[in-house]
């Protein structure tokens, strides 16, 4: 059974950083794209990065480039979103995702149950 | 960016009913490079449907996808209790990959 257990969301001040991580099992995790999909409270949802396989290509929303930065250990099976300079607007549950098949068809078939990440004074 | 919009923002129906839910895109995704996700309370969204028209696994047949460039359907053909939900349409054609804002499904 595909599992993807998401741990690390806290209550941070903006400006601070946090650092998530995402355990996978159930599955080849190295043959996979990977991702993370955010959801703001009582709003949609909202794709965040993926990752290729080998993490040689990873892609960002507009919105986090250059303050967010996934990364994956495939010995591990473990996927990691380091989030720096955090907003107020980044507050949302995140959650890992798989990406759909093995060549990159960008839908995510498995999520995880989230962690809520909360950026207030 | 590919802006998808769906409507109604709400449908109200009854068990036993059809639901037909649009996603229109800002420009084309391409023939069919659009998805449709089923989310409930408390819990992450589920892949119904993919490259708009093939049902995920384990997906009932009641739920079915169409269309092409722009405009994409998604029907349930008869509503179980259990499909009263929030459901997104997502495409890939291009980065960023974006979501539509949604459409509940109620109880009527």
């Known amino acids: 059974e595909v599992q993807l257990v998401e741990s690390g969301g806290d209550l941070v001040q903006p400006g601070g950083s946090l650092r998530l991580s995402c355990a996978a099992s159930?599955?080849?995790?190295?043959?996979?794209?990977m991702a993370w999909v955010r959801q703001a409270p009582g709003k949609g949802v909202e794709w965040v990065a993926n990752i290729k396989q080998d993490g040689s290509e990873k892609y960002y929303v507009d919105s986090v480039k250059g303050r967010f930065t996934i990364s994956r250990d495939n010995a591990k099976n473990s996927l990691c979103l380091q989030m720096n300079s955090l907003r107020v607007e980044d507050t949302a549950v995140y959650y890992c995702?798989?990406?759909f098949g093995t060549g990159g068809i960008f839908y995510f078939d498995y999520w995880g149950q989230g962690t809520l990440v909360t950026v207030s004074s | 960016e590919i802006v998808l919009t769906q409507s109604p923002a709400t449908l109200s129906l009854s068990p036993g009913e059809r639901a037909t839910l649009s996603c229109r895109a800002s420009q084309s995704v391409g023939s069919s490079y659009l998805a449709w996700y089923q989310q409930k309370p408390g819990q992450a969204p589920r892949l119904l449907i993919y490259?708009?028209?093939n049902r995920a696994t384990g997906i009932p047949p009641r739920f079915s996808g169409s269309g092409s460039g722009t405009d994409f359907t998604l029907t349930i053909s008869s509503l179980d209790p259990e499909d009263f939900a929030v459901y997104y349409c997502q495409q890939r054609y291009n980065w960023p990959l974006t979501f539509g804002g949604g459409t509940k499904v109620e109880i009527k």
């Open positions: 159930g599955f080849t995790f190295s043959i996979y794209w």
């Open positions: 490259d708009a028209s």
């Open positions: 995702a798989r990406v």
